[in-house]
Protein backbone atom coordinates (compact mmCIF):
# COMPACT_ATOMS: atom_id res chain seq x y z
CA UNK A 1 0.00 0.00 0.00
CA UNK A 2 1.03 3.47 -1.00
CA UNK A 3 -0.52 6.94 0.33
CA UNK A 4 0.63 10.14 -0.95
CA UNK A 5 -0.75 13.10 0.78
CA UNK A 6 -0.91 16.55 -0.74
CA UNK A 7 -3.09 19.85 -0.90
CA UNK A 8 -0.50 21.67 2.16
CA UNK A 9 0.29 25.41 2.04
CA UNK A 10 0.39 28.82 3.24
CA UNK A 11 -2.82 30.60 4.37
CA UNK A 12 -4.27 33.08 6.96
CA UNK A 13 -6.28 32.65 9.60
CA UNK A 14 -9.56 31.55 8.60
CA UNK A 15 -8.86 30.18 5.68
CA UNK A 16 -9.85 27.10 4.10
CA UNK A 17 -7.67 23.84 2.71
CA UNK A 18 -8.53 20.74 1.52
CA UNK A 19 -6.12 17.78 1.51
CA UNK A 20 -6.68 14.89 -0.51
CA UNK A 21 -4.61 11.34 0.18
CA UNK A 22 -3.69 9.10 -3.01
CA UNK A 23 -4.37 5.26 -2.16
CA UNK A 24 -2.83 2.64 -4.18
CA UNK A 25 -1.34 -0.93 -4.54
CA UNK A 26 -4.27 -2.82 -2.60
CA UNK A 27 -8.24 -2.38 -3.21
CA UNK A 28 -9.41 1.13 -1.32
CA UNK A 29 -12.42 0.22 0.12
CA UNK A 30 -11.71 -2.18 3.31
CA UNK A 31 -9.28 0.30 4.73
CA UNK A 32 -9.94 2.99 7.68
CA UNK A 33 -7.95 5.83 6.81
CA UNK A 34 -6.60 8.32 9.77
CA UNK A 35 -5.49 11.69 9.02
CA UNK A 36 -2.75 13.01 12.18
CA UNK A 37 -0.46 15.96 12.48
CA UNK A 38 2.93 16.81 14.15
CA UNK A 39 3.81 19.93 14.90
CA UNK A 40 7.11 21.17 15.47
CA UNK A 41 8.50 19.22 18.94
CA UNK A 42 5.07 17.72 19.32
CA UNK A 43 4.25 14.39 19.19
CA UNK A 44 1.60 13.30 16.24
CA UNK A 45 -1.49 13.91 17.30
CA UNK A 46 -4.95 12.54 15.84
CA UNK A 47 -7.12 14.50 13.55
CA UNK A 48 -9.96 12.59 12.06
CA UNK A 49 -10.89 9.08 11.06
CA UNK A 50 -13.06 7.59 8.13
CA UNK A 51 -13.32 3.60 8.08
CA UNK A 52 -14.77 1.47 5.51
CA UNK A 53 -18.62 2.26 6.46
CA UNK A 54 -17.69 5.77 5.98
CA UNK A 55 -18.54 6.52 9.81
CA UNK A 56 -15.73 8.94 11.01
CA UNK A 57 -14.55 10.32 14.19
CA UNK A 58 -12.99 13.94 15.02
CA UNK A 59 -10.75 15.45 17.71
CA UNK A 60 -12.55 18.02 19.74
CA UNK A 61 -9.86 20.44 18.35
CA UNK A 62 -11.19 20.18 14.72
CA UNK A 63 -15.16 19.23 14.74
CA UNK A 64 -17.31 21.42 13.37
CA UNK A 65 -14.42 22.76 10.77
CA UNK A 66 -12.82 19.56 9.32
CA UNK A 67 -14.49 17.11 7.52
CA UNK A 68 -13.01 13.87 6.51
CA UNK A 69 -14.07 12.15 3.32
CA UNK A 70 -14.01 9.08 0.97
CA UNK A 71 -14.17 8.29 -2.65
CA UNK A 72 -13.95 4.36 -2.40
CA UNK A 73 -14.28 4.77 -6.92
CA UNK A 74 -10.87 6.61 -7.42
CA UNK A 75 -9.07 5.56 -3.96
CA UNK A 76 -8.67 8.63 -2.63
CA UNK A 77 -9.67 10.46 1.08
CA UNK A 78 -9.74 14.29 2.00
CA UNK A 79 -9.61 16.10 4.29
CA UNK A 80 -11.44 19.66 4.54
CA UNK A 81 -10.16 21.99 6.78
CA UNK A 82 -12.11 25.39 7.36
CA UNK A 83 -11.53 28.27 9.96
CA UNK A 84 -7.95 27.41 10.39
CA UNK A 85 -6.01 28.65 13.10
CA UNK A 86 -2.54 29.24 13.85
CA UNK A 87 -2.96 26.10 16.20
CA UNK A 88 -3.38 23.73 13.15
CA UNK A 89 0.01 24.39 11.49
CA UNK A 90 1.78 21.42 11.20
CA UNK A 91 2.75 18.37 8.75
CA UNK A 92 -0.59 16.79 7.87
CA UNK A 93 -0.48 12.65 7.28
CA UNK A 94 -2.86 9.99 6.08
CA UNK A 95 -2.61 6.62 7.54
CA UNK A 96 -4.49 3.30 6.53
CA UNK A 97 -5.27 0.02 8.26
CA UNK A 98 -7.10 -3.02 7.12
CA UNK A 99 -7.66 -4.12 10.73
CA UNK A 100 -7.71 -1.30 12.88
CA UNK A 101 -10.55 -1.43 15.55
CA UNK A 102 -12.48 1.43 16.46
CA UNK A 103 -11.39 1.81 20.25
CA UNK A 104 -7.62 2.39 18.97
CA UNK A 105 -8.37 4.79 15.77
CA UNK A 106 -7.05 7.51 17.41
CA UNK A 107 -3.33 5.70 18.29
CA UNK A 108 -1.07 6.31 15.17
CA UNK A 109 0.33 2.71 16.45
CA UNK A 110 -3.04 0.99 15.19
CA UNK A 111 -1.90 2.08 11.31
CA UNK A 112 0.07 -0.30 9.08
CA UNK A 113 0.65 2.24 6.24
CA UNK A 114 1.55 6.27 6.12
CA UNK A 115 1.61 8.81 3.20
CA UNK A 116 4.67 11.15 3.68
CA UNK A 117 3.04 14.01 4.55
CA UNK A 118 1.62 17.30 3.76
CA UNK A 119 2.74 20.51 5.55
CA UNK A 120 -0.22 23.44 6.40
CA UNK A 121 1.25 26.39 8.06
CA UNK A 122 -1.57 28.99 9.08
CA UNK A 123 -0.69 32.33 10.07
CA UNK A 124 -1.89 35.25 11.81
Known amino acids: VQLQASGGGLVQTGASLRLSCAFS????????IGWFRQAPGKEREFVAV???????RYDDSVRGRFTVSRDNANFMASLQMNSLKPEDTAVYYC???????????????????WGQGTLVTVSS
Open 25 to 32: GRTFRPYT
Open 95 to 113: AASQTIISSAYENPVGYAF
Open 50 to 56: INRSGNT
